[in-house]
């Protein structure tokens, strides 16, 4: 039975804080480890109002000293807009501060617009094509060190801190099929490359010193309630964060309405249904019915679950929720 895992983008609420948004993170993160829980991810984003979590390292390291025994880690780094040797610093800190715990998922998005993204990497060019280079380059920043290494990361040398590849195309289903790297795959904002890229990535898998078989996750959004009514009024939060990026309006994170008629145009509802087709939103019959035939469908190892709430208590209920999806599902399996 796939184990699960959460996703936080440490969203900050209209009307919220950016402190608050940290704590909410640290809360969730205790609870998903009350929760039995496998790990817990932050993602790299840059210059959007709704989302604290752009200085990731910082924030794992939050949420890290905040727990015991979860995995903690990035879901993911955007590794274009840094150099390997700062990042195989950052992770080798954070892996010497909290041992055997720390993930680290690697993008190649610049997890936000192209001006920021400019002002991030200075240089675009080179960044999103050196991604496979930059990849093997960390790997052996982060292994052990060879006789005649020149460059070598302190901390960060024989950390040997665990590299995921996540994507939401081919590229990196290739890419992490090639290295043996466990791949995680961004069905909930790229569905239709979801079955394609896992194909790929199982077909096209070399075992390897840090893998000997795949290891497949699979990013899903997640709204769990006690009914399937007050779920789909939760997801109506993140519906509206949908359409504020269709239409580059991106604000705060917003409170759930009742009916979301109105608020969008037709064109905007396929495109939100469409991107949102594989959300598992309802109640504890319906989710575990969802998440079963989701499971059957992918055969992953790991679910790792977004659940954009603006309310933080329906979020830890929500989280409480799919953990008794996951122990249910595991007994009839």
């Not at 939103?281 to 954009?308: C, N, Y």
């Amino acid at each position: 039975m796939a184990t699960f895992s959460v996703l936080d983008l440490s969203p900050i609420t209209e009307g919220g804080s950016v402190a608050q948004s940290l704590e909410n993170s640290r809360r969730l993160a205790q609870a998903a480890e009350e929760n039995g829980y496998t790990r817990f991810w932050l993602a790299e984003h840059h210059g959007m109002k709704g989302i604290a979590s752009a200085a990731t390292s910082i924030v794992i390291s939050h949420v890290a000293a905040a727990t015991k025994t979860i995995r903690v880690g990035s879901g993911g780094i955007m590794l274009p807009n840094h150099s390997p040797l700062v990042i195989a610093e950052q992770f080798g800190t954070l892996a010497a501060l909290y041992p055997g715990r720390i993930d680290l998922g690697l993008g190649r998005a610049p997890g936000t617009d192209m001006r920021t993204a400019q002002a991030l990497r200075r240089n675009m060019e080179a960044s999103g094509n050196n991604f496979p280079n930059d990849v093997v380059e960390l790997q052996a920043l982060l292994g052990p060190v060879a006789e005649d290494q020149k460059i070598i990361a302190v901390p960060g040398a024989d950390t040997n801190v665990p590299i995921w590849l996540l994507g939401s195309s081919h590229f990196s289903a290739h890419l992490a099929g090639m290295l043996g790297l466990p791949f995680a795959f961004a069905s909930h904002f790229a569905p239709d490359m979801l079955l394609s890229a896992l194909e790929i990535y199982r077909e096209r898998f070399t075992p390897s010193e840090t893998l000997a078989k795949p290891q497949v996750m699979v990013g899903v959004m997640g709204v769990a309630a006690d009914t399937d009514e007050e779920a789909n009024y939760l997801f109506t939060s993140m519906q509206q964060s949908f359409v504020a990026l269709r239409r580059n309006a991106r604000g705060q994170f917003p409170p759930p309405v009742q009916s979301m008629d109105g608020l969008w145009s037709y064109d905007e509802k396929i495109f939100v249904d469409h991107s949102m087709m594989y959300a598992v939103v309802g109640g504890p019959e319906t989710i575990r019915r969802k998440i079963g035939a989701f499971l059957e469908q992918t055969k992953a190892d790991e679910l790792i679950i977004s659940m954009p709430i603006f309310h933080m208590q329906a979020r830890l209920n929500s989280l409480r929720l799919f953990a008794d999806a996951q122990r249910d599902l595991a007994k009839a399996a």
